[in-house]
């Protein structure tokens, strides 16, 4: 820790803790279209509404033993590691960044990043509400507190563009020539472009942003990363975010004993963004 007291630490990890908890209700709730705001959470199974005492961020998943106390339904352990990860993922940020606004806007990055990791996981899909949602507040937030902080709002804000631009436009340089390269050497694909589909060609919007393997909304969530990060950050974010990727993939190819098992880049690219926010390359963003 860079000399911020272990009370402030503990008070970050805290507000991860309950913030962790929301984001659960995000990951379960926006894919299925629902409110994330009302009604407060019930068991799917009973349909009975979680009391105040039981819904303690991971406490109350460890007194009940991961179970509904009303009809017993197993609660999945994902619940509370989203909650023991954000607030670690926030206790490490303000460790590294101390009491700063700055701290704030990576607590609202990580946050950001978490939610997408669970929803890709999930269902192999990326909100735009959530990515270009989150791509607004980093090129709005980020400028605008650099300024505040710095006296620099032209620079920061052209720091964030340009690494918007950069993370989301090398990915899409990737995708694109990935597409075209397995075109031309006949590569096949199960979902692309998909049963009784023709291959997109360059009048179609789908040429341009549909792409085998990688999902569009991953192109717009490594913008977010660079507009909050700049473009050495996205940089960083990328390298690493290709190697978690591929250990990810090698891992669920000896699990699943097949490689045709889907899965989303998303929780690559945010566990890489969480690593880039306590860990920076040392040079300028």
């Known amino acids: 820790m860079l000399g911020v007291p272990l009370s402030i630490v503990g008070f970050g990890f805290a507000v991860g803790l309950v913030i962790g908890s929301f984001l659960n209700v995000v990951i379960h709730r926006v894919p299925n279209g629902l409110s994330i705001v009302k009604p407060r959470s019930r068991c799917p199974r009973c349909e009975q509404q979680i009391a105040s005492f039981d819904n303690i961020p991971v406490l109350s998943w460890l007194v009940l033993r991961g179970r509904c106390r009303n009809c017993q339904l197993a609660i999945s352990a994902r619940y509370p590691a989203i909650e023991f990860g954000t607030g670690l993922a926030f206790a490490a940020i303000v460790a590294v960044h101390g009491v700063s606004p700055m701290t704030l806007v990576f607590w609202i990055f990580a946050a950001l990043m978490i939610a997408v990791a669970g929803i890709d996981w999930d269902e192999q899909w990326i909100p735009d509400s959530l990515s270009l949602g989150g791509l607004t507040v980093g090129l709005t937030l980020v400028p605008a507190v650099q300024g ?5 709002y032209p620079d920061a804000l052209l720091s964030s563009v340009i690494g918007a631009v950069l ?10 020539v ?17 049963e009784g589909e023709e291959i997109p060609r360059p009048s179609n919007l789908d040429y341009w942003v549909w792409f085998p393997g990688l999902g569009f909304g991953d192109v717009k969530l490594m913008a977010m990363a660079g507009a909050f990060l700049g473009p050495v950050g996205v940089l960083q974010v990328i390298f690493l975010a290709a190697i978690l990727g591929l250990v990810l993939g090698v891992a669920l190819l000896f699990v699943c004993r097949g490689a045709s098992t889907p899965f989303g880049f998303g929780p690559a690219i945010a566990a890489a963004a969480l690593v880039a926010i306590v860990l920076p390359l040392p040079f300028p963003g």
Not at 183 to 192: D, I, K, M
């Open 148 to 152: 505040l902080l710095h006296g620099s």
């Open 178 to 194: 990935h597409a075209r390269v397995s075109v031309w050497t006949g590569r096949e694909f199960a979902h692309w472009p998909g």
């Open 167 to 176: 993370g989301g436009g090398l990915l899409w340089v990737v995708g694109f």
